[in-house]
Nanobody
Framework: QVQLVESGGGLVQAGDSLRLSCAVS????????LGWFRQAPGQEREFVAAIDWGGGDTTYADSVKGRFIISMQYLQMNSLKPEDTAVYYC????????????????WGQGTQVTVSA
């Protein structure tokens, strides 16, 4: 069993930066990827970024590429925009780099990020 706990969300202004953390505990046996997703009110959960469990390869959604940086410990979000407002979730998968939420087995409870204009 693996537990994930996000932290670091909050209210910021457009252009600001924010760092979300994902604390992983338990036995991550057979897991190969860590990902971040977000879900805004009334919208489907969408992929943000993923990293392989060894901390090497990364991949990003086009909407955040060049602004967000993922590591095994955090999601650094720079140049935030109002459209980045959502609940952010970290999740663990047996497949590295997948953008399909259905392939992620373990999820955190989410942390709210609100970006004002």
């Amino acid at each position: 069993q693996v537990q994930l706990v996000e932290s670091g969300g909050g209210l910021v202004q457009a252009g600001d930066s924010l760092r979300l953390s994902c604390a992983v505990s338990g036995r991550p046996v057979g897991l190969y990827g860590l990902g971040w997703f977000r879900q805004a009110p009334g919208q489907e959960r969408e992929f943000v970024a993923a990293i392989d469990w060894g901390g090497g390869d990364t991949t990003y959604a086009d909407s955040v590429k060049g602004r967000f940086i993922i590591s095994m410990q955090y999601l650094q979000m720079n140049s935030l925009k109002p459209e980045d407002t959502a609940v952010y979730y970290c999740a663990a998968a047996k497949v590295w780099g997948t953008r399909r939420s259905a392939e992620y087995l373990y999820w955190g409870q989410g942390t709210q990020v609100t970006v004002s204009a």
